[in-house]
């Protein structure tokens, strides 16, 4: 399965403030998914972030606040706008495996950036 | 919109004793599948459920898939300190995912 380098591991944000998520692929995907898991919570989809193409957002989710890149099909970065301590979480992306028979997305997950907001 | 719920949301065992977590869903589900995040770590794939009435095993650990694919079990047997961890069901509709809560289980050596 893909291997996902995903930095920063964790920061500490002060409120107003913006930060980007970096994630890294050893291999092309056709699809990168950004999770929001917040303390002790399950996980939630952001977006599906597709090269060539404006991301997906979730319900709840939007753009300005979560702007994504996809440059090409290894790499992605999601970043945290006008960051509240609300947005205390930690963020999660996440690959396709390949391996359902099914249709389903089999998820390879990154190591995650853990974020706090003051 | 597809509900995924899971139970119970916090399990503490003795070293040596059974665990079941369950998933329900509110909708027909094309597949099921389960993951494992360690204290600290990320969510790990274990296995993915397709079948009616479907039951998997891996060593210890057991899962089923109901027949009219709507909840899910995971059952580990006889329970070991590495279980320690959060285990997560993810319920799938065509292309649409979602996770349960999550059962925490801890084990007391």
């Known amino acids: 399965s893909a291997v996902i380098s995903q930095k920063p591991s964790r920061d500490i944000c002060q409120r107003g403030t913006s930060l980007t998520i970096q994630c890294q692929v050893d291999?092309?995907?056709?699809?990168m998914f950004w999770y929001r898991q917040q303390p002790g919570q399950s996980l939630t989809l952001i977006a599906t972030?597709?090269?060539?193409?404006?991301?997906?957002?979730e319900s709840g989710f939007v753009i300005d606040k979560f702007p994504i890149s996809r440059p090409n099909l290894t790499f992605s970065t999601l970043t945290v706008s006008n960051m509240s301590p609300e947005d205390s979480s930690i963020y999660l992306c996440?690959?396709?495996?390949?391996?359902?028979?099914?249709?389903?997305?089999?998820?390879?997950f990154g190591a995650g950036s853990r974020l706090t907001v003051l | 919109g597809q509900q995924v719920m899971q139970i119970p949301q916090y399990q503490h065992v003795q070293e040596g004793e059974d665990f079941t977590t369950y998933c329900n869903s509110s909708t027909t589900l094309s597949n099921i599948q389960w993951y494992k995040q360690r204290p600290g770590g990320h969510p790990v794939f274990l296995i993915q459920l397709v079948k009616s009435g479907e039951v998997k095993k891996q060593k210890r650990l057991t899962f089923q898939f109901g027949e009219a694919k709507k909840n899910s079990s995971l059952h580990i047997t006889a329970t070991q300190t590495t279980d320690v961890g959060t285990y997560f069901c993810?319920?799938?509709?065509?292309?649409?995912?979602?996770f349960g809560a999550g059962t925490r289980l801890t084990v007391k050596p």
């Open positions: 993810a319920g799938s509709t065509g292309a649409d995912m979602r």
């Open positions: 996440s690959v396709d495996q390949g391996q359902s028979s099914s249709g389903a997305n089999v998820l390879t």
């Open positions: 972030a597709n090269q060539g193409s404006e991301a997906t957002y």
């Open positions: 291999s092309q995907v056709t699809m």
